[in-house]
């Protein structure tokens, strides 16, 4: 479905035939709208294989911090890979705590953490990457992403069609018609809502698992 189908849907699973409050109507577009909203943490619930990405920083000699601006939800691992395409061992993540206690030193990065700066979150490595003149250090980052915020354009919005609109549209609308029911105090209906969401849920949940495991060998275990 596209964004505009899902919210003509919600209308239809709140109000029905009735003519929806304008403000409500209002309230489901943009990025922080109700199906915005539900959009997001549907993704913050459980890592499902579309949310699956990887990316690359290329480090700079004596710089330790590279920000995260991209839909980044959390890393899987971090390694650092060299002009002749040899992978080193994936960094250890450690704490800011104890990134306190270690001492200054430029060598190849061992250990990472993260912090935030200027509203971004970022990758600290450690020690600082010493990268000499003719080589380089590429770090090749596997983490788990959210897909792109929906669009505060209406017309944007309305066209986008993104990958949990496709997988699991029926969830997108019964947790957004949920929550659409608490605001308008049908707390009958919010209730049969919920309940809706948990049954999508798990055939989304069902679907991820058949598509990690599609012609995947698993030995026969006796019990």
Request: one cysteine or more; proline letters at 4%.
């Amino acid at each position: 479905m596209t964004y505009l189908e899902i919210l003509n849907r919600v209308l239809l699973e709140v109000y029905g035939s009735d003519e929806p409050q304008p403000e409500i109507e209002a309230a489901l577009y943009g990025s922080e709208g109700y199906i915005g909203t539900c959009q997001r943490q549907i993704q913050e619930d459980k890592d499902f294989l579309f949310k699956l990405a990887a990316t690359t920083e290329t480090l700079v000699d004596a710089q330790a911090a590279y920000n995260i601006d991209y839909e980044f939800k959390k890393e899987i691992d971090l390694r650092i890979v060299d002009q002749d395409g040899t992978f080193y061992t994936p960094l250890t993540k450690i704490t800011p705590l104890q990134a306190d206690t270690v001492q200054a030193s430029e060598t190849e990065p061992t250990h990472y953490w993260l912090d935030y700066s200027g509203g971004y979150r970022r990758f600290n490595l450690w020690p600082t990457p010493n990268v000499d003149a003719g080589y380089t250090r590429t770090l090749n980052i596997r983490y788990w992403r959210y897909l792109d915020k929906l669009s505060d354009t209406q017309a944007t919005f309305e066209a986008t069609e993104d990958t949990l609109a496709v997988e699991a549209p029926m969830l997108i609308v019964y947790k957004t018609a949920a929550q659409v029911c608490q605001t308008i105090e049908n707390y009958e209906k919010m209730q049969l809502m919920e309940g809706r969401v948990q049954e999508q849920l798990q055939r989304l949940i069902r679907k991820d698992f058949q598509y990690r495991t599609a012609n995947l060998w698993m030995p026969y275990r006796r019990i």
